[in-house]
T-cell receptor, first 111, second 117 residues
Framework: SQELEQSPQSLIVQEGKNLTINCTSS?????LYWYKQKYGEGLIFLMM?????EEKSHEKITAKLDEKKQQSSLHITASQPSHAGIYLC???????????FGTGTRLQVTL | GAVVSQHPSRVICKSGTSVKIECRSL??????MFWYRQFPKQSLMLMAT?????????EQGVEKDKFLINHASLTLSTLTVASAHPEDSSFYIC?????????????FGPGTRLTVL
């Protein structure tokens, strides 16, 4: 089965600082999704990456998928308190759109 | 993006009670929906794939007689936790959509927090 490992597990950054979260897969990724979750709430879709080397940006968040399609990174520029939450990467297993999720990264942004 | 709703958002019940959770796709038809559970400070674990008009497909280790799934229409899937016990307390999230189903991604409901006393 496919496993996803995220690093770091938790992160505390000062407002305005940049940060990067990594997601490493045990197998080649068909598709890699990034979601954000506030505690006790559902998941908010951020971005999806499919092609090796692909990079997408939305506001201050940029996600990349490496050429070998086994690792993705999520980069936040000039972090804000609104960025706080749990970031989850999810991999398309290639079977009927089922997703496997990473272990999650808990982000806190301090003033 | 597409909207998925869940009801109820929170439920507290006594041990032995059966609890039904609804998942609805509000602005698109979903032939397939997914049910996940999430324990505190842990990631989401896929429980089962709900297929409209046919039996659900359960992941290894998930008891189908305990977690009953019914996908009666293209916009509604229900998860019933039969005779719930304290160890069933968790956060249950559904999703709909995905590659091959008309959308590039899965859209998630807001989740249902189940507490069994």
């Amino acid at each position: 089965s496919q496993e996803l490992e995220q690093s770091p597990q938790s992160l505390i950054v000062q407002e305005g600082k940049n940060l990067t979260i990594n997601c490493t897969s045990s197998k080649t990724l068909y598709g890699l999704y990034w979601y954000k979750q506030k505690y006790g709430e559902g998941l908010i879709f951020l971005m999806m990456l499919q092609k090796g080397g692909e990079e997408k940006s939305h506001e201050k968040i940029t996600a990349k998928l490496d050429e070998k399609k086994q690792q993705s990174s999520l980069h936040i520029t000039a972090s804000q308190p609104s960025h706080a939450g749990i970031y989850l990467c999810g991999a398309d297993t290639g079977t009927a759109s089922k997703l496997t999720f990473g272990t999650g990264t808990r982000l806190q942004v301090t003033l | 993006g597409a909207v998925v709703s869940q009801h109820p958002s929170r439920v507290i019940c006594k041990s032995g009670t059966s609890v039904k959770i609804e998942c609805r796709s509000l602005d698109f038809q979903a032939t397939t929906m997914f049910w996940y559970r999430q324990f505190p400070k842990q990631s989401l674990m896929l429980m089962a794939t709900s297929n409209e008009g046919s039996k659900a497909t359960y992941e290894q280790g998930v008891e189908k007689d305990k977690f009953l799934i019914n996908h009666a229409s293209l916009t509604l899937s229900t998860l019933t936790v039969a005779s719930a016990h304290p160890e069933d307390s968790s956060f249950y999230i559904c999703s709909a959509g995905g590659r091959g189903f008309g959308t590039d991604t899965q859209y998630f409901g807001p989740g249902t927090r189940l507490t069994v006393l």
